[in-house]
C-alpha cells in the first residue's frame, strides 16, 4: 500500500475511471529518481487489471538513439490489427516496426498511426499504456505516443508516464502534468518503520534528514543505516550535508556493487549494455568474458536484478546506472565489442551498429558506414531523431573529413524534421566549420535559415536564405531556387522592400534549364517586387500563368503556396483556395502536417475575401492548434491576425481589439504583412461603430504601409469609405490612384467592383447611381456574397438619403439576408439602422448558417459526413479516431436538427 499519496492515487483511479466510460486522456507523472513514480504506475496497473488492457514499456537511457523501441514494445502485441487500419497508417507503422520497407515514411504519419490502433484496441476493450523513465524513451516512439495522446477525445484510453527529472528537460507538451514531491514527515516515518523496523531515534532522524520523503531513499538509506547500527560501522563524523538525494541512493547502490565478486560485476555490466537483448544473448555475451548463469547468482541474492523467463529485470533504473556508469572504460568497451561480434542477425543491424560505435574510440570508417546503413534505414522508417543520432555519431567517426562534413549535416537536417531546432542549428554550425565545400555551406545555411523563421523572425530566414541560394546559385540553380523561392516568401511576410528585391535579383540571375518547371514560379516571384512595389501591369500575366500552372504532382509544395499568394494578390481567391485544397489534401494523405499550418494561412485568407467566415474560422482553429502543436509560433500569430479579422466581422469589437492587443507586439516586428491585416480587422469593427475618424487613421497606416501593395491593396475602399463618412473626402483618393492600377491591371471583376464602388462614393449628386449599379454588376459577375451585400449596404444608405425608400428598403433587405447567412454581425447592425430609420422596425435574423452553432472541429467532420465520408475516412483526414469523429457527429445532430447522417445532405453542407 503506499502511504501519503492519496491525493495522486485519486488522481490516477479518475484517468482509469474516465477510460473506461470513453473519456481519454493522458498524464506525465514528474519527479526525482525514486520519488514514487513507477510505484504509481504499478497502482495503475493493479486497479486497471481486468477492466483494461495494460500495455507496458520503459524508456532506457542505452537505447534511445534506436528508433521505435518502446512503440514497438508497447502495441505489439497487438500488431495483427495493424491491417485494420487506413492503408497509409498502416504502411507507415508496418515500416516504423522494420515488418516492411518504404522509401521514407513521415513521422506524424506514424503517430496518426499509433492513434487509431490504440483506437481500436480501446474499441475491443478499454486500454491503458504506461511508459516509465519516459525520458529516456526514444524521440520517435514519444513523439507517436505524445501525439497520440493529445487526440484520444472518446476513445477509451488512458496513458501514463512516469518522467524522472534529469539535467536535460523532457517536454510534454499538450499532457497535463503532476509533480511529485517528497513525503510528508508522518507518512515517511510510516514507511521507514516499515521497511525498516528497529532503528534507533537518532538513525531514524538521520534517514529522514537524509531521504527529503523521497520513498526509495527511505528504503535504501534505512537499510543502509540499519546494517551500520548493526554491525557498529556507524562514522559519528557522517552529516547529511548537500549531497542531492539520488546521489546518496546510487552512492548506496554502487558500495553494494562493489561487494559482488568480479565476474558478477561484469555480468550484471553486460545487463546493463542493453536491455533490449534476451537473457540467452546475455549469457552468450557472459560466455565470451568465461563467466556463466552461476555468476548471476550473488546479485539476485543481493536483490539487484530478477530473471524472468527472457530478461534480466534490474530492481530500479538507478541500479543500472549505477552500474554501467561506475565500470572502467576499457571493461565497457569490451563488453560492447562481444555484443557486436554476437549480434550478427539481420534484425539486429542496428543494435549492432551502436554497439561497434560504443567499442570505438578512434575514427573507424566501417563503423562509421555502419551506422550510415543504420541511419538510411530509419530514415524509411520515419525516426527522424534516430536518423540525426546516427549520423551524428557516424560523422564523429569518419576518418575522411569531407565526409564527416556530409554526415553531420545530414544529422543537422534530420533534426530539423524532428522538430529539434537546437540540435539542427549546432550540428549545421559544426558542418560548416569542418568543410569548404559550397554545396554543404548553403545547405547548412538553409537549415539555420528554417529555423530562424519561428525563432527570430520571416527577415531572418530570408537573409539567411539568400545567403545559401547565393553559394549555389552557379552550381545547382534548382535547388537555389528553391532557397529563393523561401527568402522572397519570407520577405513579402516581413514586408522588406530591400529584402524583396534582392530575391527577385538573385532569382533573374539564376540559370535553369530551359525546360525546367521550376521557370514560370521563378519568373512569377520576379513579378512579385514589381507588384509589392506597386506596379501591378508587367506581373499580373506572368502570376496569371503560375497560378494555373499550380496543379498536379509535378509542383511541388513550396511553389504551390507561391502560386497560392499570387492568387490572393490579385484578387483570385477561388484559385487559392483550390490549390491549397489540393494541398491541404494530400498532406492529410502522407501525414506532413508541417505544411498544414501555412496552407490553412492561406485557404482562410481566401475564405475571408469570398465571405465564406465560416469555413475561414475552422481554417484559423485547426492551423493555430497544429501551429502552437509543432511548435510555430510565429506562424500561430499570423493565423490569429486573420482571426482578429473574423472577430471584427462577426460583430465581437471586443474580442477584436483585445485579441490585437495581444498578439500585435511580436507581430510587428516579425510579421508586419499580418500585423496590418489585425489592424485593418480593428479599423472594420470602429468604422461599423461610427468611428470613422479612428478608422480612417488605422487604414492609412495599412494603405500606406509596407504591405500596402500586397493582398492589403483591399483595404482601399474601407480607407475610402471611412474618409466620406468622417467627412475628410480630402483624404478618400489618397490611395485611390494606387488602387485604380491594380483593378486595372488585374482585371478581376471584383477588383472592378470594388473600385466602382469608392467612385460612387465619391461621385457627385446623382453620378453615384449609375457606379453603383455598374459595381453591382461586376460583383453579379464574381459571385462574391459578402462584398456585393457592402455595396448593397451603401447603394441603400445612399437611396435612403435621397428618399427613394422603395429601392433602399429592397438593396437593405437583400443586404441583411447575405449578411445573416454569413454571420457578418458587424454590417447586420449597421443595416438595422438604416431600416429604422425607413420607419422599419429592425428585423430579426432571417436565415442563418446551419453550422453557425458548431465548433470549429464539428464543422470540419459533419461537412466531410455529408460529402459521404465514413468516420475512419474522416479520421484518417483530420488525424482524429473514428470513435472520435463518432462522438463529434452525435454533439453535432442535435445542434443541426437531424438524427441521421442521411439528414446531413438536405443542409447543403459544402466541404
Known amino acids: 500500500m503506499l502511504v501519503g499519496r ?86 507507415a507503422l508496418r515500416a516504423a516496426f522494420g515488418q516492411a520497407e518504404a ?27 504506461l511508459v516509465d523513465d519516459a525520458q529516456w524513451v526514444d524521440q520517435s516512439s514519444m513523439d507517436a505516443l505524445l501525439f497520440a495522446a493529445r487526440r484520444f477525445g472518446a476513445d477509451a484510453t488512458a496513458m501514463i508516464l512516469g518522467v524522472r527529472d534529469t539535467a536535460l528537460p523532457f517536454a510534454t507538451p499538450g499532457i497535463a502534468t503532476l509533480r511529485l514531491s517528497g513525503l510528508p514527515r508522518a507518512a515517511a516515518l510510516a514507511l521507514l518503520d516499515r521497511c525498516t523496523p528497529g532503528l534507533t531515534e537518532p538513525g531514524r532522524e538521520r534517514v529522514l534528514a537524509e531521504s527529503a520523503g523521497n520513498p526509495l531513499a527511505l528504503r535504501e538509506l534505512g537499510g543502509a543505516r540499519r546494517n551500520a547500527e548493526i554491525t557498529g560501522r556507524i562514522d559519528p563524523g557522517h552529516e547529511a550535508g548537500p549531497m542531492a538525494v539520488t546521489s546518496r541512493v546510487q552512492e548506496g547502490f554502487r558500495t553494494q556493487i562493489g561487494e559482488l565478486p568480479t565476474g558478477t560485476r561484469t555480468l550484471l555490466l553486460i545487463a546493463a549494455a542493453d536491455s533490449g537483448t534476451d537473457i540467452g544473448t546475455v549469457l552468450e555475451v557472459a560466455a565470451r568474458h568465461g563467466l556463466s548463469n552461476a555468476d548471476l547468482a550473488p546479485a539476485e541474492q543481493a536483490g539487484l536484478v530478477t530473471a524472468d523467463s527472457d530478461r534480466l529485470v534490474f530492481r530500479h533504473p538507478l541500479i543500472r546506472a549505477a552500474v554501467y556508469r561506475h565500470a572502467p572504460h576499457h571493461e565497457r568497451i569490451a563488453v560492447h565489442a562481444s555484443f557486436a561480434e554476437v549480434l550478427t542477425a539481420p534484425g539486429d543491424a542496428d543494435r549492432r551498429a551502436w554497439h561497434l560505435a560504443a567499442a570505438t574510440t578512434q575514427p573507424d570508417e566501417r563503423v562509421a558506414e555502419a551506422l550510415e546503413q543504420t541511419a538510411q534505414r530509419q530514415q524509411r522508417r ?31 537536417r534530420a533534426a530539423y524534421d524532428a522538430g529539434n531546432a537546437d540540435r539542427a542549428t549546432r550540428l549545421a554550425v559544426e558542418a560548416v566549420s569542418l568543410t569548404g565545400d559550397l554545396e554543404i555551406h548553403a545547405a547548412a545555411t538553409h537549415i539555420r535559415a528554417q529555423v530562424e523563421y519561428e525563432r527570430t523572425s520571416p527577415a531572418a530566414d530570408a537573409e539567411l536564405s539568400l545567403r545559401a541560394a547565393a553559394l549555389i546559385a552557379d552550381s545547382a540553380p534548382d535547388r537555389a531556387a528553391f532557397m529563393l523561392a523561401e527568402a522572397v516568401c519570407c520577405a513579402r511576410d516581413a514586408a522588406d522592400r530591400d529584402l524583396l ?66 492568387g490572393l494578390m490579385l484578387a483570385d481567391d477561388t484559385a487559392t483556395a483550390a490549390i491549397m485544397d489540393e494541398l491541404i489534401t494530400g498532406a492529410r494523405a502522407i501525414g506532413q502536417l508541417q505544411w498544414i499550418p501555412y496552407a490553412l494561412e492561406l485557404a482562410a485568407l481566401a475564405h475571408l475575401f469570398t465571405g465564406s467566415f465560416g469555413a475561414a474560422r475552422v481554417a ?12 510555430m509560433p510565429i506562424e500561430a500569430a499570423a493565423l490569429r491576425a486573420i482571426e482578429v479579422w473574423l472577430l471584427a466581422v462577426s460583430g465581437d469589437a471586443a474580442g477584436c481589439r483585445a485579441l490585437a492587443r495581444e498578439i500585435m507586439p511580436g507581430l510587428s516586428e516579425t510579421h508586419r504583412t499580418h500585423a496590418a491585416l489585425a489592424t485593418w480587422g480593428v479599423a472594420l469593427a470602429e468604422l461599423a461603430a461610427g468611428d470613422a475618424d479612428t478608422a480612417l487613421d488605422r487604414l492609412d497606416s495599412v494603405c ?15 480607407h475610402v469609405e471611412a474618409a466620406v463618412r468622417g467627412g475628410h473626402r480630402d483624404r478618400a483618393d489618397e490611395h485611390l490612384a494606387d488602387f485604380g492600377r491594380w483593378a486595372d491591371s488585374v482585371a478581376n471583376p471584383l477588383a472592378a467592383a470594388l473600385f466602382q464602388r469608392c467612385r460612387a462614393l465619391l461621385a457627385v449628386g446623382d453620378e453615384a447611381a449609375p457606379q453603383y449599379a455598374a459595381a453591382l454588376a461586376h460583383h453579379d459577375e464574381h459571385g462574391g456574397r459578402y462584398d456585393r451585400a457592402r455595396t ?28 445573416d447567412r454569413l454571420g457578418a454581425r458587424l454590417w447586420v447592425e449597421r443595416v438595422h439602422a438604416e431600416l429604422a430609420a425607413l420607419g422599419d422596425l429592425p428585423a430579426a435574423a432571417r436565415r442563418t448558417d446551419p453550422l453557425a452553432q458548431l465548433t470549429p472541429q464539428e464543422i470540419q467532420v459533419v461537412r466531410l459526413a455529408a460529402a459521404g465520408y465514413s468516420n475512419r475516412e474522416i479520421g484518417a483526414r483530420l488525424f482524429l479516431s473514428p470513435r472520435t469523429i463518432g462522438h463529434h457527429l452525435y454533439n453535432a445532430y442535435p445542434k443541426l436538427g437531424v438524427t441521421r447522417r442521411a439528414e446531413l445532405a438536405r443542409l447543403g453542407l459544402e466541404v
Open 103 to 129: 522509401e521514407e515514411v513521415n513521422r506524424f504519419l506514424v503517430g496518426a498511426a499509433t492513434l487509431t490502433l490504440l483506437a481500436e484496441l480501446a474499441a475491443e476493450t478499454p486500454t491503458l499504456l
Open 6 to 91: 492519496d491525493a495522486e492515487l485519486a488522481e490516477i483511479d479518475g484517468l482509469l475511471a474516465a477510460a473506461t466510460s470513453g473519456h481519454g486522456r493522458a498524464l506525465a507523472i514528474r519527479g526525482e529518481a525514486g520519488i514514487g513514480k513507477s510505484a504509481l504506475l504499478d497502482h495503475a496497473a493493479a486497479r486497471a487489471a481486468g477492466q483494461l488492457r495494460v500495455l507496458r514499456g520503459v524508456g532506457i537511457e542505452s537505447e534511445i538513439e534506436l528508433g521505435f523501441g518502446v512503440l514497438h514494445m508497447l502495441p505489439y502485441p497487438c500488431a495483427d490489427r495493424i491491417g485494420l487500419l487506413p492503408g497509409p497508417q498502416a504502411a
Open 792 to 819: 448593397q449596404l451603401l447603394y441603400g444608405e445612399w437611396l435612403r438619403r435621397r428618399r427613394r425608400r422603395s429601392d433602399a428598403r429592397s438593396h437593405l433587405l437583400e443586404a441583411l439576408d447575405t449578411f
Open 620 to 631: 484559423v482553429a485547426e492551423g493555430i492548434s497544429l501551429s502552437e502543436e509543432l511548435g
Open 382 to 412: 520515419g525516426g527522424t531523431m534516430a536518423v540525426s543520432a546516427a549520423y551524428d555519431r557516424a560523422g564523429r567517426l569518419s576518418v575522411d573529413p569531407e565526409r564527416k562534413a556530409h554526415r553531420i549535416l545530414r544529422a543537422a
Open 704 to 718: 500606406a504601409g509596407p504591405a500596402a501593395h500586397d493582398f492589403l491593396i483591399r483595404a482601399v475602399p474601407d
Open 501 to 566: 528585391v534582392r530575391g527577385a535579383e538573385q532569382l533573374k540571375s539564376l540559370r535553369l534549364p530551359a525546360n525546367s518547371p521550376l521557370g514560370i514560379h521563378v519568373a512569377a516571384q520576379i513579378a512579385w517586387a514589381d507588384l509589392l512595389g506597386g506596379d501591378p501591369a508587367p506581373a499580373v500575366a506572368v502570376m496569371s500563368a503560375q497560378i494555373a500552372a499550380a496543379h498536379g504532382d509535378s509542383v511541388d509544395d513550396l511553389h504551390k503556396v507561391v502560386a497560392a499568394f499570387s
